[in-house]
């Protein structure tokens, strides 16, 4: 439907007149969230149309203990993966997770796990949508592997090496 699925890492007010009064305590801001999954709506929401507002969360880290990355939507477009762990600052978090949740505000409350591997990077679906792609550093190395949608066959699928970004051909079957 054109909607769009995004992260932020280290939420904050881009300009002190935009923070609304009920966040402001004793000259204090209070942010409603530290890091937020959402999705975004072109086009919609604002003044023109008021019915669907342009972003809906998904997730939200009130601390540095859930911060997320790289979400990726499902083939079907009714789920989608994204990369869970501690934000570290500057833009950067250290990836422990890849889970998977429903492609729909509120979505992150049934999200689940479907690998642990830790220094997670990369996810790609298959173009079947039942399996998903990821590199995994360790040691100063990236390997990529392969997990089902439904948490099972987690496999190494390549030699250690330097490798990045991996994903299915669309012909894939």
Same mark, same amino acid.
């Given at each position: 439907?054109?909607?769009?699925?995004?992260?932020?890492?280290?939420?904050?007010?881009?300009?002190?007149?935009?923070?609304?009064?009920?966040?402001?305590? %004793?000259?204090? &801001?209070?942010? @409603? $969230? =530290?890091?937020?999954? !959402?999705?975004?709506?072109?086009?919609?929401?604002?003044?023109?149309?008021?019915?669907?507002?342009?972003?809906e969360?998904?997730?939200?880290?009130?601390d540095?203990?859930?911060?997320?990355?790289?979400p990726?939507?499902?083939?079907?477009?009714?789920?989608f993966?994204?990369?869970?762990?501690?934000?570290?600052?500057?833009?950067?978090?250290r990836? %422990?997770?890849? &889970?998977?949740? @429903? $492609? =729909?505000?509120?979505? !992150?409350?049934?999200?689940?796990?479907?690998?642990?591997?830790?220094?997670?990077?990369?996810?790609s679906?298959?173009?079947?949508?039942?399996?998903?792609?990821?590199?995994?550093?360790?040691?100063?190395?990236?390997?990529?592997?392969?997990v089902?949608?439904?948490?099972?066959?987690e496999?190494?699928i390549?030699?250690?090496?330097?490798?990045r970004?991996?994903?299915?051909?669309?012909?894939?079957?």
């Amino acid at each position: 439907d054109g909607s769009v699925v995004f992260t932020c890492m280290g939420f904050q007010f881009p300009d002190p007149a935009m923070v609304p009064p009920e966040l402001k305590v %004793n000259g204090k &801001v209070s942010l @409603p $969230f =530290r890091h937020v999954l !959402g999705i975004y709506h072109p086009g919609e929401g604002g003044m023109y149309e008021q019915s669907r507002t342009a972003q809906e969360f998904v997730a939200l880290g009130p601390d540095d203990k859930f911060c997320f990355s790289s979400p990726k939507i499902s083939p079907s477009g009714t789920e989608f993966v994204a990369i869970v762990g501690n934000y570290e600052g500057s833009g950067l978090m250290r990836a %422990n997770n890849l &889970v998977m949740m @429903p $492609f =729909r505000p509120g979505g !992150g409350n049934e999200a689940v796990t479907i690998s642990k591997a830790g220094n997670i990077s990369d996810p790609s679906w298959h173009p079947n949508g039942q399996s998903v792609l990821y590199v995994t550093r360790t040691d100063g190395k990236r390997a990529i592997f392969s997990v089902g949608r439904d948490q099972t066959g987690e496999k190494k699928i390549s030699p250690e090496g330097s490798f990045r970004a991996p994903s299915y051909s669309p012909i894939s079957k």
